[in-house]
């Protein structure tokens, strides 16, 4: 499974940013879709998850401003969104989109998203 994330920039506090993982390989053995941050010296936190049975999971820090879906696949490639609006300079971090399947955990090489004015 290769995921490659895009979409990351800097954007002003209260704006939107809306990140894209691409995912390809073997996507149809993948079970749990999440999304995670590192902000520096920090440990890298869990975001927002979905899973194959639908289920939702978001960090409390991010609920209500913080969407994540899918899409696809189509042409071999599936799309793993992060929406993300009224942003906050403590949303400033690396963002990385991971895939889960019963083999292994695959990981992106992440996007920096830096809120600042």
């Known amino acids: 499974v290769q995921l490659v994330e895009s979409g990351g920039g800097l954007v002003q506090p209260g704006g939107s940013l809306r990140l894209s993982c691409a995912a390809s390989?073997?996507?149809?053995?993948?079970?749990?879709w999440s999304w995670y941050r590192q902000a520096p010296g920090k440990q890298r936190e869990l975001v927002a998850r979905t899973s194959s049975d639908s289920s939702l999971y978001y960090a409390d820090s991010v609920k209500g401003r913080i969407t994540i879906s899918t899409d696809g696949p189509e042409n071999a490639v599936f799309l793993v969104y992060l929406h993300m609006n009224s942003l906050e300079p403590e949303d400033t971090a690396v963002y990385f989109c991971?895939?889960?399947?019963?083999?292994?955990?695959?990981w992106g090489q992440g996007t920096q998203v830096t809120v600042s004015s």
């Open positions: 991971k895939a889960h399947n019963w083999r292994d955990d695959y």
């Open positions: 390989g073997s996507i149809l053995s993948i079970s749990v």
